[in-house]
């Protein structure tokens, strides 16, 4: 039997599934032929979710550690005994350091509203510190926000339609697939097909033009494109003066960017620079569609702004065809009735989230003494992952973690719990690559012991006596308040087709800028008053900064895209997909390689005062000389020395407060016998 469900994972692709169930155990994945979007397909990564559910390294009982932190060593006990435990520690931990000292940490493993939001009225009620979700993407929210304003941009589906198509910062095929399809069918139609990326990557492989620009210059970029635009009178007049503000001081600012001094920044030709502005000036209708690269650089919300910036120079958001994509869907937005924010006390502090290794090693009045883990692996995706491992390792701190599998963070853990599985649950789904939600209910019962993260935590909230009415409510209470929400987005919505598992589309118009930007002007921002009003540039600045940490000792670039065959760091637990990912390796440029005496396949160290990682050497010219690349996230534990997080600062960017993961700088060296 087929059953419909939601892939979970934190993808803007959000797709919708068909499970094959037989004898009470999913077979076969694939793509749901109606969902308007996954069209049938699945990345080669969801195929596995079969073997995902019902691996046999599965946790499928609570357990409790028996040797040292970190020993990963752990004896199985009852649901009982372990909620009565972590109950019990902390209601101890609040009497003698207050609630503050427990800290939750959770992001995006599972991207249903309700399970993903599920632990929050708890904390809370609780009153523990309270997390700052900011380690993905609130650095390019907040550039492309002061720019174009809040809101959905501009659909992908319509890209089909442009003839002049610009990838900045975003591996397609790998992160994104089901944007292919649209881009492709441009390109056969006579599109020019552009990707802006800091290394040959699968999707720029297949781009007509690649700009191999120098990491952390692309506000450079885009502003060498404005001067040309500007210089070459290839502007929309009646759109700039209708509907923008500050085309005067843009002017100005961006006749400092002339190609020729912006070729030596990004590593460019200048007539590179100057043919690709030309293309998207003379385009019928130019498409930008942003990842989230450029804002991976303690710069980076000065990046996206100014990336975003570049339609409304030429009119693209009126043109059909034309734009440039953020982030889509955006309904239902209120969740207040389930994270019920009015229960936490005033005052309490905020931990962000990229901060994590200081707040378990640093922060004091009171210390972190107890960490809740869940939806999360922060041994592996959190920077500076040698000061979070120094964390994790305290005696003193008790750790909870809710997994499905043995992480590198779970094995520092005192009590884990085991959760269930994305297709043993009831979930809402909304995505920020497409305009449709969904609805799923379970395929199958939980497996084993597990339990959803919502029953968990009312579990838990009962025990500490917690009697609000939150913590009462079923799934299908919390999806109903959403749908309630007084959105246009929502009008129309079926209710009766979202519960059948169907795709249902928001009431989002394919280009929502038609009817202008939801900025303080509502207008597209070239200058900020908002950016002035703080003391920030208010014009876009395209002057890079690079990782102050490094000093005289570390010159190369370091970055740590995605890889091919992992989504952050899940899919590591899948055989398959390791091995078909490899040993970790370190993309180095010829040059770069020679002048250090290291070969293809050589084991090498790359190394800064933060920590170290071990790889084996890749020597290519599809990076840039003076840039290493080494795909992520492998597991340390099932890859010794691949932690590539060890190398990344807990610095925060510009704006948004996210962390400048692809703002290194190292070295690299052959190992040592």
């Known amino acids: 039997m087929w059953k419909r469900a939601v892939c979970t994972k934190d993808c803007p692709d959000t797709c919708g599934l068909l499970t094959k169930v037989e004898n009470g155990q999913i077979v076969s994945v694939k793509g749901d032929p109606d969902h308007p979007f996954t069209a049938g397909f699945i990345c080669h990564k969801a195929k ?45 931990v609040s009497s003698e350091f207050g609630p503050e000292s427990i800290l939750p940490y959770s992001y995006g493993g599972h991207m249903g509203l ?36 809040k809101g959905p941009s501009t659909e992908i589906q319509s890209a089909a339609q442009s003839d002049y198509i610009i990838i900045w910062g975003s591996n397609t095929l790998t992160t994104n697939v089901h944007a292919w399809p649209y881009f492709n069918n441009a390109q056969k139609a006579g599109a020019t097909l552009v990707v802006i990326d800091p290394y040959r990557n699968r999707t720029a492989q297949r781009a007509d033009v690649h700009l191999m620009i120098k990491p952390g210059t692309d506000a450079a970029l885009a502003l060498a494109m404005m001067q040309v635009l500007i210089d070459r009178d290839m502007i929309d007049h009646d759109f700039i003066s209708q509907k923008t503000t500050g085309f005067g001081e843009l002017k100005v600012r961006a006749a400092e960017y002339t190609p020729a001094r912006v070729a030596d920044i990004c590593g460019l030709s200048e007539d590179m620079i100057v043919r690709m502005a030309e293309g998207y000036g003379r385009a019928r209708a130019p498409y930008i569609r942003t990842g989230w690269g450029p804002a991976r650089q303690l710069k980076g919300a000065m990046a996206m702004r100014t990336i ?22 955006g309904a239902p937005s209120d969740l207040s009735r389930l994270i019920r924010s009015d229960l936490r006390p005033s005052g309490t502090r905020t931990v962000n989230m990229v901060e994590l290794g200081n707040a378990l090693t640093k922060l004091d009045d009171p210390p972190v003494k107890m960490l809740y883990v869940y939806l999360s692996n922060p041994a592996v995706v959190a920077p ?70 919502l029953t968990i935590f009312q579990d838990l909230a009962a025990r500490l006596g917690f009697k609000d009415s939150v913590f009462s409510l079923d799934e299908m209470d919390f999806i109903e308040n959403f749908l309630r929400e007084d959105s246009p987005y929502l009008k129309g919505v079926d209710f009766d087709r979202l519960k059948s598992g169907r795709a249902v589309r928001l009431n989002i118009p394919s280009n929502p800028y038609a009817h202008g930007f939801v900025t303080p002007s509502g207008k597209v921002e070239f200058y900020s008053q908002a950016m002035a009003d703080k003391g920030l540039d208010p014009l876009p600045d395209g002057q890079p900064l690079r990782d102050p940490d490094g000093g005289d000792s570390y010159r190369l670039e370091f970055i740590t895209p995605p890889n091919h065959f992992f989504l952050n760091s899940a ?45 084996l050497a890749h020597i290519t010219n599809d990076t840039q000389a003076g840039l290493l690349v080494a795909e992520g996230l492998h597991w340390p534990s099932l890859s010794p020395g691949s932690g590539v997080n060890q190398l990344t600062s807990q610095r925060l960017t510009d704006m948004g407060e996210t962390c400048a993961f692809h703002c290194n700088l190292v070295e690299v060296q052959l190992e040592t016998p």
């Open 571 to 615: 899919f590591n637990e899948i055989d398959n997909l390791r091995e078909k990912a490899g040993q970790a390796r370190v993309m180095i440029h010829p040059e770069t390689a020679r002048t250090r005496g290291i070969s293809d396949k050589d084991p090498v160290r790359v190394f800064n005062d933060r920590g170290e990682c071990h790889f």
């Open 384 to 453: 500076q992952s040698r000061d979070v491992l120094a964390g994790l390792a305290r005696e003193d701190l008790f750790v909870v973690v809710q997994e499905m599998f043995q992480t590198d963070t779970t094995r520092y853990a005192d009590i884990v719990l085991p959760g269930a599985s994305f297709l043993e649950i009831t979930d809402f789904y909304r995505s920020y690559g497409h305009n449709y939600i969904q609805m799923a209910q379970p395929v199958i019962p939980p497996v084993g012991q597990s339990r959803s993260t």
């Open 114 to 149: 309700v399970h993903r939001n599920g632990g929050h009225a708890f904390f809370n009620r609780l009153g523990a510190s309270q997390l700052n979700y900011t380690i993905c993407g609130a650095a390019a929210t907040a550039g492309y926000e002061t720019s174009l304003g």
């Open 48 to 92: 596995n979710f079969p073997e995902h559910v019902h691996s046999p390294k599965r946790i499928t009982t609570p357990l409790r550690r028996i040797g040292p932190k970190g020993a990963g060593q752990f004896e199985s006990i009852s649901w009982n005994d372990a909620l009565d435990e972590v109950a019990s520690k902390m209601q101890s």
């Open 308 to 329: 975003a910036l570049l339609p409304a120079l030429v009119g693209a958001f009126d043109k059909p065809g034309g734009g440039i994509t953020r982030s889509l869907g």
